[in-house]
């Protein structure tokens, strides 16, 4: 039996305000709770219609009946687990060689993809301009398929942060120099724009090289979608 | 004025059944209207709040109300322009050097950032196995930003697809050849298989090689997206 409040605490945090006031944040199905139960995210609270179900060692989960859970569910047909984490805290520390900036990427499911990404290609750091989707939104999380428990996602005014890294910054744009005869360093920062402006002119000036992926023939796609054009970078990256 | 049972027709093909049924697809939106308008696809009734709004010329343009708009529109919003087209014929004809055979992707966001990417990197020839989703999906057409009407999408049993063409067939797995030591012929087939199950039995026993997009480090993550990683392949098929 779960109390209203915390009921409808829960389900507040569906929304960006109330994770941010509380600290929460929520995931949903048995194998992503696992995936964050199992890392070293801290918990707050683990719910499930069959607690049995879910293999996790050493944690107490709270049995639920379904009404309950579909009162705290943001999900249309809830499957049977939830949990709630607590949101890191931002240290301000990077470990990764290179690092992924984000200018205002808005799309929930490009950001999902761009964690997954960056977990595949061992970028453990992605800098997020203020204006970014947040990263614990619930269709973020599902689009990440648990790899947000292995990236570190900060957010922070973008132009602070580019100006005061030694690192060369690389930015993306329609007219920069050809990724494939480009020799990229060792350590860096790539930066990714917003899905319909591409990089804002403030954080185009920071930039310290221009890159971009060419198309081939007749010139006629508009651009390419910004978790496509981040698979490709990533993937020169690491060559 | 539209008549009620042209309203609750062009509804109707929300649902691929109603589209397979009547050879109609629909397209929201001003720039896409417009994008499909000015391609070769073939126009059944364009519809506009404000057909003043809409750059399309020598093109009929049926006024109608709000109201009206959201009786046929599949959006919550509706944004003033809808568009119903004919869908093109398969023609069995494949002109592009280079295929991609998509064997039972599911997700219509993915299926739309492929035909994207084909578009960018101008594959203009997609197979599609009979389960893979229709690319006349709404969500499909809203994620392809106009592409689909450059690129041909075809429908057909995969295996007697591969079965009938001379060309190398390049399949997605995760034990392949490092494609980044890979060297990739002038032509030939690219198959990506469903988002979880990969690529079926059936089509790997019939793919002449097995390519692997190399995970960086600590093999963490547990794979691409089928969209991230048909970016990077198109990619090294263009380099």
Redesign the interface.
């Known amino acids: 039996m779960v109390v209203k409040s915390e009921l409808k605490l829960i389900k507040s945090l569906q929304q960006k305000k109330c994770r941010n006031e509380h600290g929460l944040f929520v995931v949903e199905g048995k194998k992503t709770v696992e995936e964050v139960v199992n890392s070293n995210m801290k918990q707050y609270k683990l719910f499930a219609v069959d607690p049995d179900g879910l293999e996790v060692e050493g944690t107490q989960v709270i049995k639920i009946t379904s009404r309950e859970l579909s009162q705290m569910s943001g999900l249309k047909n809830p499957n049977g687990y939830l949990g709630v984490f607590y949101i890191p805290k931002q240290t301000g520390n990077i470990t990764s060689d290179w690092v992924l900036a984000l200018d205002g990427v808005q799309d929930p ?1 490009n950001l999902g ?1 761009i964690i ?2 960056c ?4 970028i453990s750091d992605i800098i997020c301009s203020t204006d970014t989707v947040d990263c614990y939104n619930p269709k973020v999380l599902q689009a990440t ?3 947000i428990t ?1 990236v570190s996602i900060q957010y922070m005014p973008l132009d602070a942060f580019l100006g005061s890294t030694q690192l060369p910054i690389y930015g993306t744009f329609m007219d920069g120099d050809n990724v ?1 005869t480009t020799k990229l360093p060792e350590k860096g920062i790539m930066v990714m724009g917003n899905e319909g402006k591409g990089v804002s002119n403030a954080i185009a000036e920071l930039c310290t090289d221009r890159l971009t ?6 010139e ?6 910004v ?3 981040t ?2 970078l990533l ?1 020169e990256i ?2």
Do not use: C, V, Y
Not at 213 to 218: A, E, L, V, Y
Not at 220 to 225: C, H, K, Q, R, Y
């Open positions: 499911g993809t997954r990404l977990d595949w290609f061992g398929m648990g790899s292995r494939n992926i060419p198309q081939f023939g007749g006629t796609a508009e651009s390419l979608n978790a496509s054009a698979a490709i993937h690491r060559k």
